[in-house]
């Protein structure tokens, strides 16, 4: 990917949500490479750290059928290295969720 001493590249990842996930840290696995390669990582945050059911079948929001994950599922981004985080979703529900899921960001 280097095109020079003055190139930088930067990566845009789309929605990202690791409910339930039993090892987040291999959420990128095998992007790793393509990750630690660019100059800057971003990706939409598409479910807060604001902490949830484990269960499958249960749900955190009953009406919406959503799911919060764990603040422990953070380790999927500081373990890809990631740089920035976009959370302007309407999953973030409700405003106390995404209160929870900054102080979890905001903490790494």
């Known amino acids: 990917m ?3 001493p003055e190139s930088q ?3 845009l990842l ?3 949500n690791f409910q339930l996930r039993e090892n987040p840290t291999d959420a990128f696995q095998y992007l790793l490479p393509t990750l630690q390669n660019a100059t800057f990582r971003f990706l939409n945050l598409e479910g807060a750290f604001a902490g949830g059911t484990m269960d499958s079948i249960e749900t955190d929001i009953a009406h919406k059928n959503w799911r919060h994950s764990n603040s422990g599922q953070v380790a999927a981004l500081t373990t890809a290295e990631i ?4 959370v302007a979703n309407n999953v973030t529900y409700p405003w106390q969720a ?4 900054k102080h979890v960001l905001d903490s790494v």
């Open 14 to 16: 789309g929605d990202n």
């Open 98 to 101: 995404f209160m929870r899921s």
């Open 9 to 11: 590249t930067i990566l």
């Open 83 to 86: 740089d920035a985080v976009g």
């Open 2 to 4: 280097d095109h020079g």
